[in-house]
């Protein structure tokens, strides 16, 4: 099963006090992640309300191993760990170049329907799209 991988940079204003990258900026690559996987599955944020639902977070967990510094080179792999009938979990493992897992990341979302604002069951061919990023571990 495939991956999404993305490779930001880290600017001067990803740095916070401590001189290395700032919790948000973990936050922010997540939602270019999430971002991205809904663009590979066909529904990308822009065109998402003519399906009527749209991904809620409900939950969001990082856990921190090594600091990042600018200058680093960094590589994030998301995939989906989980996936119902009204919500997914993303990992996230942020992997400092060659090789090493410096954060790994979870997040829990809901499907929200537009319309009745109530959880939205994907139909089986949207659950067919977002099964190919499943990989259970």
């Known amino acids: 099963m495939p991956k999404i991988t993305i490779e930001p940079e880290i600017y001067t204003y ?6 290395h990258v ?3 900026s973990y936050i922010k690559w997540m939602e270019i992640g999430r971002l991205r996987l809904l663009a590979e599955v066909g529904m990308p944020v822009h065109e998402i309300e003519k ?3 749209a991904p ?4 969001t967990e990082i856990a921190y191993k090594k600091p ?11 995939f989906l760990s989980k ?4 919500s997914a979990t993303i ?3 942020f992997i400092k170049e060659p090789d090493e897992i410096v954060a790994e990341g979870e ?5 929200f329907s537009l319309a009745t604002k109530r959880a939205h069951k994907l139909t089986d061919e949207q659950r067919m799209l977002f099964a190919m990023y499943v990989i259970e571990e």
Not at 14 to 19: A, K, L, Y
Not at 56 to 59: E, I, P, S
Not at 107 to 111: C, H, K, M, N, R
């Open 14 to 19: 990803d740095i916070d006090s401590g001189h």
């Open 22 to 24: 700032s919790n948000i």
């Open 51 to 53: 399906f009527g639902f």
């Open 56 to 59: 809620v977070l409900t939950r």
């Open 68 to 78: 990042l510094y600018l200058g680093d080179k960094i590589r994030i792999e998301l």
């Open 83 to 86: 996936l119902g009938k009204i």
């Open 91 to 93: 990992k996230f493992n």
């Open 107 to 111: 997040q829990d979302g809901l499907f």
